[in-house]
């Protein structure tokens, strides 16, 4: 098989705690394909037992203008937040993809940093807005 025809094929990465998601990361940087699998809701740093999530009142949601019609999927989003930001993908919380849009949990403490870095990146190859997600009215 020739190199550049290998490098059409999508990469699956199971599993493999932190180190599987960094090497998709690793692998999608080179300009491959790369879909991840993980039975775990949780990414934690090697060897560490898993870490309470953090309560409701830490966290912030997020709005990002790219949702399931984009094709956007778990994996972009953490991959693109980790990748661009700096944030640990050990500090993203809950995903939710609509039809158009997304909302990503993260930290407090992480947000600001989440919303300047996503604003120079694509996702899917497309730019996006991104802002903390805003009150519905009751």
């Known amino acids: 098989m ?24 690793a692998v ?3 300009g491959r394909a790369v879909h991840v699998i993980e039975k775990s809701p949780e990414f934690g740093e ?7 999530a953090a309560s409701d009142k830490d966290t912030v949601r997020l709005f990002i203008g ?3 019609r984009g094709g956007i999927r778990p994996g972009d989003l953490v991959g693109a937040i980790a990748g661009e930001t700096g ?3 050990s500090a993203i919380g809950a995903i939710e993809i609509a039809d158009s849009y ?4 993260v930290p407090e403490e992480f947000a600001e940093q989440v919303i300047a870095g ?5 996702l899917r ?3 996006v807005t991104i802002r903390r997600e805003r009150e519905r009215p009751r």
């Open 118 to 122: 996503m604003k120079k990146a694509t």
């Open 2 to 25: 020739s190199r550049e025809y290998t490098k059409r094929i999508p990469l699956l990465v199971v599993g493999g705690g932190i180190g599987g998601p960094a090497a998709a990361l």
């Open 125 to 127: 190859g497309q730019k």
């Open 102 to 105: 997304s909302l990503v949990s």
């Open 46 to 52: 090697i060897g560490e037992p898993r870490a309470r």
């Open 87 to 89: 944030v640990p993908a």
């Open 28 to 30: 999608a940087g080179a």
């Open 66 to 68: 790219a949702g399931r």
